[in-house]
Structures are given as structure tokens and as C-alpha cells.
């Protein structure tokens, strides 16, 4: 007997090609076996499904639903508040309204826009400080690096403090990836520590930023007095978390994804290094072929729902196989090719409905400066393995070192 | 000239095209959105990011790049083709 | 056309006359040479100006943030038309396949597509109409010239009608710090399409604007001074209004009348079509050769009993001229209906008002999601027992989810839980619709109310 799709999704094995495994789910739209949650695999279920008022993010509603191996385990213990992509409205759009203000519009329309020049920087930094052509990780001297230094400039953390704030999103995000050689008491308690400092130090910067206000994100959100009032500061801190997480660990995947794609694909990367507004159709491709969010665990429905002749019960947790969902030939034609030609790209990438993905225009504007400036400046790259080695998350896919060579590296 | 129209039946207020390109989109509140019919030339680059980035693909761009030069005084006399 | 090759030659060097050159129009054109018509496409537009977008004009345009003249529609595909532009077709002789311009010029077509859509219904008295100050808003000459006005700091405007049009041009100018006054004749803004559930709503939206909003009294009278300007307005209540612009929104017009005496059935309610978009003659026979899409056009939609809808509807013009350039190039067998569910937008106020499905269709409503009192909500509009419509105020991207419900023609009420309902949500209320014997201003959507399967089709002649 095979092992279960459930399983199989969840096997290390499975990580650098999980396509074929989604590919054979899609038989079976809705999948479902025992307690466990209810699998949808294909595109228009799963956007039907991102856009039904019968289903809940609300945190507290799944933690009492049955049995999701991708619950998060530490819920529980974390003091914060669920943040807003664990409520369902009104909370979640009053809260995420008011993360919304100083970030984009209609009040801060010119926030992102405005940090073109920053991230160009960064990446042109980052790209510098390579080093050795011959053998350098991308992950970890430009995938890892490039979006946390990002947060630390839109939330306004000090420059000498962004060396800290680096070693707590190191500590969090390897707790996000459990290795399983690793003794799990002191894994957690790392992670642990690491929530507790970043939550300490960001509680004191919020302290600071309420009597001395800068244009940063961090000071707008302790400041503000909205129509929808102001956030607490344990919401502040929340919200804070969320978007270091979330802002993280996506882009992570989102670049690396992207350069072994495109290593893979050199048809492309050519055309990239010789106009650099194919980034912007590359990406979107990218968000569709390699989507750096596989699926959306932990949510339930409020009400019995039926989707292709499944009856999904009232309080049953959904599994929404984004990744599977981009690849439904049903949707897109021949949905294995990665073509940044393709027209008709309305992808899943970054989520739909109320919770699509908050930092998506900031995502773009960074995977595409990212992409476009390594085709230009790196010469010949080649992979040194392929598959690479893949972070333990199913959920957060992409690899954990991406070891490429090149000629050299340009001005 | 480039120009626009957004389909605002689509459109569901992602405001991928106001963060991307603020001098042409903009929200009006929440959700409502208010863009400029045909803005100027040097947008063009980040209108082309706007467009490709709604997820639900309701930013028209011309994909004609020599519009039928009408002239609509020329027009009025008579007959004009765009050829 | 049947398999003798005359299609064939059609698609190979046929004569498409398009009369009507905007949304409707060009959005046919490039249909058709997208599909591979190669013949020739001539476009009559009885304004001088090519293919223009008109939902700009009364909201970025009244705000000052775009130009009127800026407002030309993107080309999705090269059309390569001949264009008579500022030319308006005057009669139709369907015999002899030609249509007559003003200009004396007859042009001979083999397929005639007729989009010619909706005029803005004119202040009844002619001479109050003239007065200086006095404006309507459909074209982009209306947009610019009260653009204009609105710049210039006029001392009040007065917009008569609180349909969507008129609620937006009010919105537009508090938006620009003017006062206005708004006479609606319904109890409420919005009240014909919306009813007044979500009337009230609307109303409580411009009062907290600062909009002087007066809602069941008429505009009896306008009054100008010795220079021929607007200076007031009398109300049905007795009051006087002083003002020195007044905008006159009572709805639209279909542009029908060139078609008088035809034979096409024409009149006051748009074109009568197929749901292929082809159009009857009078004497209830379905044309093979003449076309109708858009504002004008009405047709029955599948979902709603087969009724004749005629929809003001951006998205309608453009799904229709799809469907019609698809249908006059394809066998009878290859034809398709026209069955995009309606849909429709409104921004005012800083809010998204967007509905999908036939509201005014609707007896009751179930305020679904969120909360009529914080102006964030879904409202689902039942009929008959199933769900008919539904609006939303800045909760867009539940839309798709009812509108869903709307085509599987799902049960009304709805008995399942959501997200966000609250206490006002637990049972319908009554949507309070006007009598619809009563006018008011501005629904969008009209209903001749028969159906080609009682049998009792009515045909009101052109006037």
C-alpha cells in the first residue's frame, strides 16, 4: 500500500520534488482519511475555498478542531495575541487596516514605492560582499540576509542593532524548520529564548518610539490614532512578529527558488541579464511555479461545505495545497513548463480573499531587484547541486543552501 | 501615451497597482480605486509592474503600441483610416 | 449562413458596420479581428472623439485628478477600422443593409452590430435646461465642462437624483470642499437599485460627508437670473435652493430613436435581442444580420426567468460585445449566449460599493457579513426563496463566493454560519424597494418584466 498523500507531503524525501505527489492528489480534489484534515488540491477549489465566509482563520476556533500535523505546537505557550492572519473579521481587518497605514495605501501609498533606492542598495551590498566566485552559498549570503535587513529598515530597528535582530530571526526561523538531528528540548528552548528577546527588545524600542517618533513603520504603528483606534502593544507585538515571519521566510524561498529556477531554465536567466524588466513576468511565473507558501494549514469550516460533491463537515480543519493548485492543468496550460511568457497568469502564489499575502508588493519589488541584478552580475553561475538540500518545512518550501559557482562577479 | 482602464468588476482592492505604481492607482478609502486613464510616458515601466501584479488581472494596458492616430476634426469631415 | 461557404467568405472579406464607437464598440472591433475577421470594420461614433472610458469621468475626473480629454480607452488589438467619428447614424434600412448618417453618407454592411448605448436624461424643461450652470454627466464634454465649473469654486452645487451617478458627483465635490445639496425623490440615495436597507446606509454616508441631502422631494423648478445663470432651485417641500451649479441626474436615455421606423425592435426600453445578442425585428423574428450590445441592448438572462435585462453595466458592454462579435462570425450551432451574471460598481465617499447578481430583483435582504452601521458589510438580496443578489460595501473579496450562490441559484435565506455575522445578520429584512409604479432615480437595471416562455410578449414601438 502507498503511503498516505498526508504523508507523503510531510516526508523529508519528498522535499526538492513534491509536484508528482501533488499531481496524483488532484484525482482526488477533496482528499480525506481518518481524523486528519481535508486536502484540497485543485485551483478553482482552493480559490473557492480562500474566498468562502464558512471557513475560519480564527485561531481559536483551530484549536479545537481535531487532529492537523501542522498545528502550530507552541501556540499555546506564545503570551502574544493571535495575529491577524490568525483571526477572522472584524478583528483581523480592523488590525490589519491599521498595520495597512503606515505601509500602504490609500494612506502611505508611497512607502514601498519609496524604498526602491534601499533595496537596490541592499542587494548591490549583499551582491558585493559574495566574496569567493568559485563556491558561495546563496542562502546564506544573500537569500537570508536581503529580507531581514529589509524589515529591520521598514520597522525602523537601529543599524546597530540589525545584527541582533538577525540572530533572533535565525534562532525563530530554525524553529519553523525543525532538524530532526537536533535534540528538540534545546531546539525549542532556543526558539523560546529568541521569541522572548526579540519581544523584549521590540518592546522597548515600541517604548522609545512612542516618545521619539520617526518615519519608521515601528513609530507610525505606536503612534496611531486612527479611525480604528490604536494597537495595544502586545497587538504591536504581535503584529511585529508577524510581519518579521512572514516577511521572512517567504522571501527566503522566493529568491532562492527563483535563482535555481532560473539556473535551471538558462533560456531565461539570459534573456533577465539582458533586459531587466523581464524580472517583473519572471516572478509572477515563479510565484505560480515555485511558490514559496505550499499550502495554508489551520483553517476550519464554520459550517457544513461542499466542494466537488465532498461534503466537508462543520468543524473540520482544510489543508489548501497552494503549490498543487498552480500546477492544475484544469487552470493553466501545460502547468509543468516554467514560461514567463504565459499570459494567463492568475497564480495562488501569494494567497486570495481577505488573507492574501500583506507584504506581496514588497515581496515582488524584492525578488525582482534580487533576480535581476544576480542574472546581471554574476558570470556563468552554475549550480554545484542539484537538487540542493531543502529546509525540513513542507510549508515554507525552499532550499536550505544553494551552492553556486561563477566566473566572477561584476560591477 | 500609454494607456488604461481597470476592471473594477474584477478588481477586489489587492492595491497591488497603488503600492507599485502610486502616481497612477490610488485607494479611495479601503477598497475603492481611483487611477489616471492615461498617464505619463515615464510610468510606463511601473505600470507594467501594476498590471502584472494584479492577482486578479484587472489593469488594461494598450497592447497596441501605435494607436489609430484619429484626429477627431479630421474625423468630423470624414471617412479616416488607421492605416 | 449554412455550409455553402457563404461564413467563409464573410470572414474572409465581409462588411462590419459598428454604429456606436465606445466601450461596447471597440471592445466588439478587436473581437472580431481577434477571432480572424478579415474583412472591412468601420466604426460611426456620434462624438468626435475615438473610444473613451466613461466611468473616470464622474469620479477621478470630478476630482480634479485627471483630465476629461485624458481618458481614452487602452487598444487591447489593433482593429484597423475605418472610423467615422462625430458622424451619427440616422436611419436604418435593413432591406437594403445600409445605414444612413447624418452627414447624407449611407454605409453598406453584411453584419451590423448596434451599440449606441445611453444618452443623460435632459432637465424636462428646455428652457430651465439652457439656463448657465445647468449640466448633465455622460460624455466626456459633459465630464469636462462641470469639471470645469467645479474648479472654477462655484458657491453650492445642487445634484438632482441620488442615483449612483449623482451620488458620486456629490461625493466628488465634498471631496473638494463644495457644498452640496442633494434632492433625491425616493426616501433614500440608491434606493432603486439598492432599496432602502441599504439606502439608509447611503444617506447616512453623505450626511456624515456634510452633503445637504433631502430625499423625497422633487426638483420643481430652476430658476435663472437676468444673464441667463442658474441661480435657484424649487423644491416640492417649498424650499428654495440657492445654488449656482445644479447637475441634473435623473438616469439615461437609450439612444434609439435613428431607429424609428426600422423595422428592428427598437423603442424607449433599448433593443430587444436574443441571448446570442442578436436583435428581434418588430414583429418578434430574431434577425440574423443585426447585432446589439451594451446600454442599449436588452436581453434575457437565463438566471433571472429569462427576463429582459437591459444593464448600465461596464462589464455588460463588454461581455456582450464579445458575444455578439463572436456569434456574427460563427454557425448557428457555434453561437453562444450571453450569461455573464450582472455585476456593477460605485465608489463614493471613500467607500466600494460593488453588487453582483439583480438586486432590485430582490424582496428581502440578509445582511450576511459585517454590520450596516459601520458602512463594512455584505448584504444578499432573496427572491422567491433563493438568493437573486448581492452588495457589498468595502468587503469586495467575498463577492465571488455569492455570486457563486446567485448562479446555483442557492436557497435564500442562507442557513449557514460565516465569518463576521452579527446580530443583524440572524433573519431578512424586508429590502424595501419602492413601488416600482413610482419613479425614482437611477436604478440601473430595468425590467420589461415578460418572458418568451409565457407567451405574452409586448413590443413597444419607437417614438
Given at each position: 500500500m502507498t503511503p498516505s498523500p498526508l504523508h507523503q507531503i510531510l516526508d523529508y524525501a519528498n522535499r526538492a520534488d513534491p509536484y508528482p505527489i501533488y499531481e496524483e492528489l488532484r484525482r482526488t480534489p477533496v482528499h480525506h482519511e481518518g481524523d486528519g484534515p481535508y486536502v484540497v488540491s485543485t485551483y478553482h477549489e482552493i480559490l473557492g475555498l480562500l474566498h468562502d465566509p464558512r471557513v475560519s482563520s480564527d485561531s481559536r476556533t483551530v484549536a479545537r478542531t481535531p487532529h492537523d500535523p501542522l498545528a502550530e505546537p507552541d501556540q499555546q505557550e506564545s503570551a502574544l495575541p493571535p495575529s491577524f492572519l490568525r483571526l477572522d473579521p472584524p478583528e483581523h481587518d480592523r488590525l490589519r487596516r491599521m498595520t495597512n497605514r503606515p505601509f500602504g495605501p490609500p494612506h502611505s501609498p508611497h512607502r514601498v514605492d519609496g524604498m526602491r533606492g534601499e533595496l537596490r542598495d541592499i542587494v548591490t551590498g549583499l551582491i558585493d560582499g559574495i566574496g569567493d566566485p568559485d563556491r558561495f552559498d546563496l542562502v546564506d549570503q544573500f537569500s537570508y540576509p536581503f529580507p531581514v535587513t529589509v524589515i529591520c529598515r521598514l520597522l525602523g530597528i537601529p543599524r546597530e542593532d540589525e545584527a541582533r535582530f538577525h540572530t533572533w530571526a535565525d534562532a525563530i526561523a530554525a524553529s519553523l524548520d525543525p532538524d530532526p538531528d537536533a535534540d528538540p528540548a534545546e531546539r525549542g528552548k532556543g526558539a523560546h529564548d529568541a521569541r522572548m528577546q526579540l519581544g523584549m527588545y521590540l518592546a522597548g524600542l515600541i517604548e522609545e518610539r512612542r516618545r521619539n517618533p520617526g518615519d519608521d513603520m515601528l513609530s507610525a504603528l505606536a503612534t496611531a490614532q486612527g479611525e480604528d483606534g490604536s494597537m495595544t502593544t502586545m497587538e504591536l507585538l504581535s503584529t511585529a512578529a508577524l510581519l518579521l515571519i512572514a516577511g521572512h521566510e517567504t522571501t527566503v524561498n522566493l529568491v532562492t527558488n527563483g535563482m535555481l529556477t532560473l539556473l535551471r531554465n538558462p533560456g531565461s536567466l539570459q534573456r533577465l541579464r539582458a533586459d531587466h524588466r523581464l524580472a517583473v513576468p519572471i516572478v509572477e511565473e515563479l510565484l505560480r511555479f515555485e511558490p514559496p507558501v505550499q499550502l495554508v494549514p489551520q483553517r476550519v469550516t464554520l459550517a457544513d461545505v461542499e466542494v466537488r460533491g465532498v461534503t466537508i463537515p462543520k468543524g473540520s480543519s482544510l489543508w489548501l495545497v497552494l503549490a498543487s493548485g498552480n500546477r492544475d492543468p484544469r487552470r493553466f496550460e501545460n502547468p509543468d513548463r516554467f514560461d514567463p511568457d504565459r499570459r494567463d497568469i492568475q497564480h495562488l502564489g501569494l494567497g486570495s480573499g481577505i488573507h492574501s499575502c500583506f507584504g506581496a508588493p514588497l515581496a515582488r519589488l524584492e525578488a525582482q531587484f534580487a533576480l535581476s541584478e544576480l542574472a546581471r552580475r554574476l558570470e556563468n553561475p552554475r549550480l554545484l547541486e542539484d537538487p540542493p538540500p531543502y529546509r525540513r518545512n513542507a510549508v515554507l518550501r525552499g532550499p536550505r543552501h544553494l551552492r553556486i559557482a561563477c566566473d566572477g562577479i561584476r560591477a | 501615451m500609454p494607456r488604461i482602464a481597470v476592471d473594477l468588476n474584477r478588481c477586489?482592492?489587492?492595491a497591488q497597482c497603488a503600492f507599485l505604481a502610486p502616481e497612477v492607482f490610488a485607494l479611495h478609502g479601503d477598497e475603492a480605486l481611483l487611477y489616471d486613464p492615461e498617464p505619463d510616458e515615464g510610468q510606463r515601466e511601473k505600470l507594467a509592474q501594476a498590471a502584472a501584479a494584479c492577482p486578479v488581472q484587472a489593469v488594461l494596458v494598450d497592447a497596441v503600441d501605435s494607436v489609430d492616430s484619429v484626429d477627431s476634426v479630421a474625423a468630423a469631415a470624414g471617412a479616416v483610416s488607421d492605416r | 449562413m449554412s455550409g455553402d461557404g457563404s461564413l467563409e467568405r464573410f470572414r474572409r472579406e465581409g462588411r462590419v458596420v459598428v454604429v456606436g464607437a465606445s466601450l461596447a464598440g471597440l471592445r466588439a472591433a478587436e473581437t472580431l479581428r481577434e477571432k480572424g475577421f478579415a474583412g472591412s470594420l468601420t466604426m460611426i461614433g456620434d462624438e468626435p472623439h475615438e473610444p473613451y472610458d466613461r466611468p473616470p469621468l464622474s469620479k477621478t475626473v470630478l476630482l480634479g485628478r485627471a483630465a476629461a480629454e485624458r481618458t481614452a480607452l487602452p487598444r487591447?488589438?489593433?482593429?484597423?477600422a475605418t472610423w467615422r467619428l462625430g458622424v451619427a447614424a440616422t436611419g436604418l434600412d435593413m432591406a437594403g443593409r445600409r445605414v444612413r448618417l447624418t452627414d447624407g453618407d449611407e454605409v453598406p454592411y453584411d453584419r451590423l452590430l448596434i451599440a449606441t448605448g445611453v444618452r443623460a436624461r435632459p432637465w424636462p424643461r428646455e428652457a430651465e435646461a439652457e439656463l448657465d450652470g445647468v449640466f448633465v454627466l455622460r460624455t466626456r464634454d459633459d465630464g469636462a465642462a462641470l469639471a470645469r465649473r467645479l474648479a472654477a469654486g462655484p458657491k453650492r452645487v445642487l445634484v438632482v437624483g441620488a442615483g449612483f451617478t449623482g451620488s458620486e458627483i456629490a461625493a466628488a465635490c465634498r471631496e473638494r470642499g463644495l457644498a452640496v445639496t442633494v434632492a433625491e425623490r425616493?426616501?433614500?440615495?440608491l434606493v432603486g437599485a439598492l432599496g432602502g436597507v441599504v439606502g439608509a446606509v447611503a444617506a447616512d454616508l453623505q450626511r456624515r460627508h456634510g452633503v445637504d441631502l433631502r430625499c423625497g422631494v422633487m426638483v420643481t423648478a430652476l430658476e435663472g437670473d437676468a444673464a441667463g445663470r442658474v441661480r435657484a432651485a424649487r423644491l416640492s417641500d417649498g424650499s428654495t435652493v440657492e445654488t449656482d451649479v445644479v447637475v441634473v441626474s435623473l438616469g439615461a436615455t437609450r439612444n434609439t430613436e435613428w431607429l424609428a421606423g426600422s423595422g428592428l425592435g427598437a423603442g424607449p426600453r433599448g433593443i430587444a435581442c436574443d441571448a446570442g445578442c442578436r436583435a428581434f425585428d418588430i414583429r418578434g423574428i430574431v434577425t440574423d444580420d443585426v447585432f446589439a450590445a451594451g446600454d442599449v441592448a436588452r436581453c434575457p438572462h437565463p438566471l433571472f426567468g429569462y427576463q429582459f435585462l437591459s444593464l448600465e453595466h461596464w462589464g455588460n458592454a463588454v461581455s456582450q460585445a464579445r458575444v455578439a462579435a463572436h456569434n456574427m462570425l460563427s454557425e448557428s450551432t457555434d453561437r453562444i449566449p450571453h450569461l455573464e451574471v450582472p455585476a456593477f460598481w460605485s465608489s463614493q465617499f471613500g467607500v466600494n460599493i460593488k453588487s453582483v447578481g439583480v438586486p432590485s430583483l430582490g424582496t428581502e435582504i440578509l445582511i450576511a457579513q459585517g454590520s450596516l452601521e459601520e458602512r463594512r458589510f455584505v448584504g444578499v438580496y432573496g427572491y422567491q426563496g433563493r438568493i437573486i443578489g448581492a452588495v457589498s460595501f468595502d468587503q469586495a473579496r467575498w463577492l465571488p463566493f455569492y455570486q457563486e450562490l446567485i448562479e446555483t441559484t442557492a436557497p435564500f435565506p442562507p442557513e449557514f454560519a460565516t465569518v463576521d455575522r452579527r446580530a443583524e445578520g440572524r433573519r431578512p429584512l424586508d429590502a424595501d424597494f419602492p413601488d416600482p409604479s413610482v419613479p425614482t432615480h437611477g436604478p440601473t437595471v430595468t425590467l420589461s418584466g415578460y418572458s418568451p416562455a409565457d407567451r405574452r410578449m409586448t413590443f413597444t414601438p419607437a417614438h
Open positions: - | 477586489q482592492g489587492y | 487591447l488589438k489593433e482593429v484597423d425616493g426616501a433614500s440615495p
